[in-house]
């Protein structure tokens, strides 16, 4: 059964001038959250481009609407039934933290949906291998304190948006889990855009990801982004100024 994404389409407030734009956010945020609130979508749908908002399993405002399996696999296929669909392929493809992983995931077994990728905030590590889910859960259960730095970090951020539900990103993260991500195992073929805050600590291998890509032939540009972290690089208006001008390169 193919995963039932919540999407919005949002049409372009100009004349179109280019694929549209898949819009993929991280872990503990929302299609909303992540771009909608930091001015993705104004951005982009000014510039003529339709927007394609999707909320991953667990989250947003119906974050238990799917059913089955949310493994990574899985929502890639769903992410390319949308564009399949739609009928609007190929599409520019924005992840940001996990949206990046599975960005690149998506746009390495779809080449053909793809024109460009842009990730945000990407590391060569998988962002949720490290995540201590028993502790988590402990914590929420009982109050146990969380020993593991990584984990009380990511359990900070996801415990301050009131709209999340816990047990539900969970789950998440114990589907992701059955599939570790190894970007070596199948690289991108589209141009790559990879970005992050030079202060963001989830990104530090990210020069892995640009030595894979150029041993695979995938064009590709970095930008870093002066005193930018992890929380706070996705919005900078010279990363969207960037990643739409890499697009219409």
């Not at 119906?62 to 890639?76: E, H, L, T, Y």
């Amino acid at each position: 059964m193919t995963l039932d994404l919540n999407l919005r389409v949002i049409r372009a407030n100009a004349e179109v001038s280019g694929p549209s734009a898949l819009f993929i956010h991280g872990f503990a945020s929302s299609g909303e959250l992540n771009w909608e609130r930091s001015r993705w979508l104004k951005y982009f749908t000014d510039a003529g481009r339709n927007v394609l908002l999707v909320d991953l399993p667990g989250h947003g405002n119906d974050p238990r609407r799917n059913v089955g399996s949310w493994a990574p696999s899985q929502i890639r296929q769903a992410l390319a039934a949308i564009v399949m669909e739609l009928d609007e392929g190929p599409v520019d493809v924005i992840g940001y933290s996990l949206g990046s992983r599975l960005a690149w995931e998506f746009a390495a077994f779809n080449p053909d949906l793809v024109e460009h990728l842009v990730m945000g905030g990407p590391g060569a590590a998988d962002p949720l291998a490290a995540f201590e889910l028993a502790q988590a859960k402990a914590n929420v259960a009982t109050g146990e304190p969380i020993n593991d730095d990584y984990t009380a970090t990511i359990m900070k951020i996801a415990a301050a948006e009131p709209s999340n539900e816990l047990a539900a990103l969970f789950d998440l993260i114990e589907a992701i889990k059955t599939e570790p991500y190894d970007p070596a195992a199948k690289v991108p073929s589209a141009p790559t855009l990879l970005a992050a805050g030079d202060q963001d600590d989830l990104a530090t291998t990210m020069p892995r990801l640009r030595r894979l890509l150029k041993d695979a032939g995938t064009p590709n540009e970095v930008l870093w982004l002066a005193g930018r972290n992890h929380a706070n690089a996705v919005t900078s208006r010279e990363f969207k100024e960037k990643a739409l001008a890499f697009m219409e390169s």
